[in-house]
């Protein structure tokens, strides 16, 4: 087995201290969503358990959990994780409309795994991002969508420059998928 060739190893340098804080930021959200999504998985358990599930007051809480837990491990982890991509490949992150970014990402997340807990909505199960029907539920999705916006707004106002190293090339990379974000929102 040969040694990894060091020059091979594409990396993104953080170097402002804002700039590191909002990819840990992104990071932290990625993670917590990760987490939000296990307490889930257990509550899905839970509402199906002989027993348990006769203390579980919300009726139908099998699907709201269920719609939960796709949310926060699909949609939220994802575009978190891709927060952290594109925070970290802009060498001007960690401004103030970053941190609104991550406000708002960050509260329509919060939101989220809330509506559950007091009865809010009807499941809807689909393919892509199943949603609870009730406003609540679409002002989460909605205010979380705001804060990716607001994140792909930051990250395509500054182009990288030069493609001289294997950086630049995982900056453009970064940038380069944040417009395809941005047609879809």
Same mark, same amino acid.
């Given at each position: 087995?040969?040694?990894?060739?060091?020059? $091979?190893? $594409? =990396? !993104?340098?953080? &170097?402002?201290? *804002? =700039?590191?804080?909002?990819?840990?930021?992104?990071?932290?959200?990625?993670?917590?969503?990760? /987490?939000?999504?296990?307490? +889930?998985?257990?509550?899905?358990?839970?509402?199906?358990?002989? #027993?348990?599930?006769?203390?579980?007051?919300?009726?139908?809480?099998?699907? &709201?959990?269920?719609?939960?837990?796709?949310?926060?491990?699909?949609?939220?982890?994802?575009? %978190? $994780?891709?927060?952290?991509?594109?925070?970290? %490949?802009?060498? *001007?992150? #960690?401004?103030? !409309?970053?941190?609104?970014?991550?406000?708002?990402?960050?509260? #329509?997340?919060?939101?989220?795994?809330?509506?559950?807990?007091?009865?809010?909505?009807?499941?809807? $199960?689909?393919?892509? &991002?199943?949603?609870? =029907?009730?406003?609540? +539920? @679409?002002?989460? /999705?909605?205010?979380?969508?705001?804060?990716?916006? !607001?994140? !792909? &707004?930051?990250?395509?106002?500054?182009?990288? =420059? #030069?493609?001289?190293?294997?950086?630049?090339?995982?900056?453009? *990379?970064? @940038?380069?998928?944040?417009?395809?974000?941005?047609? %879809?929102?």
């Amino acid at each position: 087995m040969t040694a990894l060739n060091t020059s $091979m190893v $594409m =990396q !993104l340098s953080l &170097v402002a201290a *804002a =700039q590191k804080t909002i990819v840990k930021k992104w990071l932290g959200l990625a993670v917590a969503s990760l /987490l939000g999504a296990g307490v +889930f998985s257990l509550l899905l358990v839970l509402s199906r358990t002989p #027993g348990v599930q006769d203390f579980i007051p919300w009726v139908d809480f099998f699907h &709201v959990a269920l719609v939960v837990h796709v949310d926060l491990s699909v949609l939220i982890w994802f575009l %978190s $994780m891709a927060g952290v991509f594109w925070t970290s %490949s802009n060498p *001007a992150s #960690g401004g103030l !409309l970053d941190q609104w970014a991550w406000n708002f990402a960050a509260l #329509g997340a919060l939101i989220m795994v809330a509506c559950p807990f007091f009865g809010v909505g009807e499941p809807l $199960m689909n393919n892509y &991002v199943p949603v609870l =029907q009730h406003p609540a +539920f @679409y002002l989460a /999705l909605c205010v979380f969508g705001f804060g990716i916006l !607001l994140l !792909l &707004v930051a990250r395509l106002l500054t182009i990288p =420059q #030069g493609f001289n190293s294997g950086e630049s090339v995982l900056s453009w *990379a970064s @940038y380069l998928a944040a417009i395809p974000a941005l047609l %879809s929102i």
